[in-house]
């Protein structure tokens, strides 16, 4: 399942080491704005329906550790 994940993600930045750990996780979100970040991924996943040639359906995907 990462590894699926970890190819859709390398649209947006390269991840030449692979996924990144869940320290790094918590440290990345810890340091975010959490309204901002609602506002960032509401925009985000707006996005990609805008830019669906065949109007499919996308979920984002939870992914447990």
Not at 13 to 33: A, C, I, M, Q, W
Not at 36 to 64: G, P, R
């Amino acid at each position: 399942m990462w590894r699926r994940a970890v190819d859709w993600l390398r649209q947006f930045y390269p991840y030449k080491y692979g996924r990144p750990s869940h320290d790094t996780l918590v440290e990345f979100y810890s340091r975010l704005n959490p309204k901002e970040f609602v506002k960032c991924l509401i925009a985000f996943t707006e996005s990609l329906a805008d830019h669906s040639v065949s109007h499919n359906q996308y979920a984002i995907m939870s992914m447990n550790t």
